[in-house]
């Protein structure tokens, strides 16, 4: 079956960088806007970033000018630049692939658990 595996979480100080990498399986995945969502305690999940087939990028306004969507179609593998970390930016980061070419196909990685300390 379809595979999202995120990696690249853990605990690093604010101001601190950390990359997440999303390594998709079983999908044809260049067909695929590819997302990263996040969800703290006790809050809804969030979109944090996304990168359409052609590479366009859309950003959280909470994220902009600190945060780096990228994908490698080769690799099948988007990732998440994170620098200048703040505790705020505290949650489980999840992977997302949403077909783009009106087929419904949506999947969700497992999450990895990223956590900033003050």
């Known amino acids: 079956q379809v595979q999202l595996v995120e990696s690249g979480g853990g605990l690093v100080q604010a101001g601190g960088s950390l990359r997440l990498s999303c390594a998709a399986s079983r999908i044809m995945f260049r067909l695929y806007t590819m997302g990263w969502y996040r969800q703290a305690p006790g809050k809804q999940r969030e979109l944090v970033a996304s990168?359409?087939?052609?590479?366009?990028?859309n950003y959280a306004d909470s994220v902009k000018g600190r945060f780096t969507i990228s994908r490698d179609n080769a690799k099948n593998t988007v990732y998440l630049q994170m620098n200048s970390l703040k505790p705020d930016d505290t949650a489980v980061y999840y992977c997302?692939?949403?077909?783009?070419?009106?087929?419904?196909?949506?999947?969700w990685g497992q999450g990895t658990q990223v956590t900033v300390s003050s």
């Open positions: 997302n692939a949403d077909r783009a070419d009106g087929i419904r196909l949506n999947y």
């Open positions: 990168i359409t087939i052609t590479g366009l990028t």
